[in-house]
C-alpha cells in the first residue's frame, strides 16, 4: 500500500479482535503516514486498552455500532443475476456500483481485490484468489480485474436497487441461488435468520446511514476514553481524554439507553 493516494483502511469484521492488531499497527505506521491510515470498529467491550495505539496509529476513525435504528445495509446476499437476468443489463447496474466508485478494494487472506465485497465473497464461496499482494497492485485498471467482476458481481445485490434492511434486525436478504451455496456452511442459515427476497426492485431505496452523525459517533468513542474532532474532509480524527475510567458509568450509557428505546 506504499504510495496509495487515498486512505488505508483497517477493517473487518472487527479488527480490534485480532490477537495481533497492535503489532498490524506498529508495522503500518512504519510504513503509511498516520494521515493516511483509518480504522473501522465497532469499539467493542473489553479492547479499551487500545485507546492509545489506536490515537497514535489513526487520524481516519469510522465508527459505527449498529445501535442506531435508522441505519440500513444493503441486501449483498440478493444476486443481482436472480434480479435482472439479462446480462447486459446486469452489468449495466455493475458498472455504475456505488461501492465500487466509494472505496471499494481490499485485501484479504484470499489475496487483492478490487472490491472489499468481491473479497468478501471469495472466502464465504470459496472462489478464486485474488491478485497477488505485491507493491502497486491498486494501479491496476477496469480491463485487469474483469475475471473478479464476473465472478463475483453477479452473486451480488449492491449494484442494484432494492429495499434495504434495517442494520437492527438481525436477519439477511438472500435470493434462492445463494441461499444454496451458502446451506451447510453458514450458522444465519441453520438458524433461519435470513428472508427470501422477491427480488423487486425499488425506485429509492432507503437512505443507508446517517454518515455524518457526529453525535452517534462521538458516543461510540467516549467508551474508550476518546473524543473525535471532524477534520477538513469530514472524517473524524480521534484523541485521548485525560482522564479516563472504563469501569465508571459515562454519559455514553445514557445515551446508549436513549438509543434502545427509539430502537423499540
Avoid at 14 to 30: D, K, R, S
Avoid at 115 to 143: H, Q, Y
Wanted: aromatic share 12%; charged share 30%; hydrophobic share 30%.
Amino acid at each position: 500500500m506504499i504510495n496509495f493516494p487515498g486512505i488505508t483502511g483497517f477493517i473487518g469484521g472487527e479488527p480490534l479482535l485480532h490477537p495481533q492488531f497492535e503489532e498490524f499497527c506498529e508495522y503500518a505506521l512504519n510504513k503509511i503516514p498516520r494521515k493516511q491510515l483509518g480504522l473501522n470498529t465497532s469499539f467493542p467491550k473489553g479492547y479499551e486498552n487500545y485507546r492509545e495505539t489506536i490515537c497514535r496509529t489513526f487520524e481516519n476513525l469510522f465508527l459505527n455500532d449498529h445501535t442506531k435504528p435508522n441505519i440500513y445495509h444493503c441486501p449483498i446476499l440478493v444476486a443481482i443475476e436472480e434480479v435482472v437476468p439479462d446480462r447486459k443489463s446486469m452489468f449495466l447496474y455493475i458498472d455504475h456500483c456505488w461501492v465500487n466508485e466509494k472505496w471499494s478494494a481490499s485485501i484479504n487472506p484470499k489475496g487483492a481485490f478490487f472490491c472489499e465485497i468481491a473479497g468478501a465473497m471469495a472466502i464465504l464461496f470459496d472462489g478464486n484468489s485474488g491478485w497477488p499482494v505485491e507493491r502497486d497492485w491498486f494501479t491496476r485498471t477496469t480491463k485487469d480485474y474483469t475475471a473478479q467482476i464476473e465472478e463475483y458481481c453477479p452473486k451480488c445485490g449492491c449494484a442494484v436497487p432494492l429495499p434495504r434492511r434495517i442494520s437492527l434486525d438481525g436477519r439477511d436478504d438472500i435470493s434462492l441461488g445463494n441461499l444454496k451455496r451458502l446451506e451447510g456452511k453458514s450458522f444465519k442459515i441453520e438458524k433461519k435468520q435470513y428472508i427470501i427476497s422477491d427480488l423487486k426492485t425499488v425506485d429509492e431505496p432507503e437512505e443507508m446511514w446517517t454518515y455524518r452523525d457526529h453525535k452517534y459517533r462521538q458516543i461510540i468513542a467516549s467508551r474508550y476514553g476518546i473524543y473525535l474532532t471532524i477534520k477538513e474532509d469530514t472524517f473524524h480524527e480521534p484523541h485521548l481524554k485525560k482522564s479516563f475510567d472504563p469501569e465508571r458509568k459515562s454519559i455514553f450509557e445514557q445515551l446508549r439507553e436513549k438509543y434502545k428505546e427509539e430502537r423499540s
